[in-house]
């Protein structure tokens, strides 16, 4: 398995998986693992089997399901001997929520997601929340307003357990994309959730 290193040896870890569509070196990846990086985040982003199977072929390839990339994320967790937040983009946020309602890791303090799949696209009626209630750790879901898996008049119907924390990102897509007609740029969505994250992360591993 893959795994990049961004950030001090010594900084609170984040353990990212990328979503089901694009690798960890995806722009969206990049970008806020070297803005993490830049805050004293040490970020270890890797890609799933299944995707490193499809950058080293060229072929393409659907995720795997659930039990094994949760099975992967685990084997990956127990690398580390340090408190850690874990978390990913889409699908891969999803998994480190399903992992954690499912599994007891002492040292996962938290969970991060950056547009999380709420439900897959144009089926808002299959809802993906009924372990989220199950999770003991603290849950941070950073969400675009207009996320067509998600958006903010949908999920707050949702009753979410009280304790979750939600990051609205005015006007954003799945990608936490605005359109231009906002006045607000991909640029400083994706510099409001690495602000946000650090602050999140840094929290959940010095305080619990």
């Not at 970020?43 to 060229?58: I, K, L, P």
């Not at 001997?81 to 399903?98: C, D, F, N, T």
């Not at 609205?168 to 799945?174: C, F, N, Q, R, S």
Request: aromatic share 8%; net charge neutral; proline share 7%.
């Amino acid at each position: 398995m893959e795994v990049i290193f961004n950030g001090p040896e010594d900084g609170p870890l984040f353990v990212f998986a990328h979503g089901a569509g694009a690798p960890l070196t995806s722009d969206f990846m990049q970008a806020v693992s070297l803005g993490l990086a830049d805050q004293g985040i040490r970020v270890a982003r890797f890609n799933f089997n299944y995707m490193q199977q499809r950058v080293d072929t060229g072929s393409r390839r659907p995720p795997e399901r659930a039990p094994k990339l949760i099975e992967q994320f685990i084997q990956l967790i127990n690398d580390f001997e340090q408190p850690m937040v874990i978390g990913g983009k889409s699908m891969g946020g999803r998994m480190a929520s399903l992992l954690m309602a499912e599994h007891t890791l002492p040292q996962v303090k938290g969970v991060a997601c950056l547009g999380y799949p709420f439900h897959p696209q144009g089926k808002p009626e299959k809802l993906r929340v009924e372990h989220l209630a199950q999770i003991k750790v603290p849950v941070a879901i950073l969400q675009g307003t207009r996320d067509k898996l998600g958006n903010q008049e949908e999920v707050t119907s949702y009753c979410l357990p009280n304790e979750f924390l939600l990051h609205w990102l005015e006007d954003g897509d799945h990608d936490l994309k605005p359109r231009v007609k906002s006045g607000l740029t991909h640029t400083q969505h994706i510099q409001s959730s690495i602000d946000y994250l650090a602050n999140y992360i840094k929290q959940c591993v010095f305080t619990h």
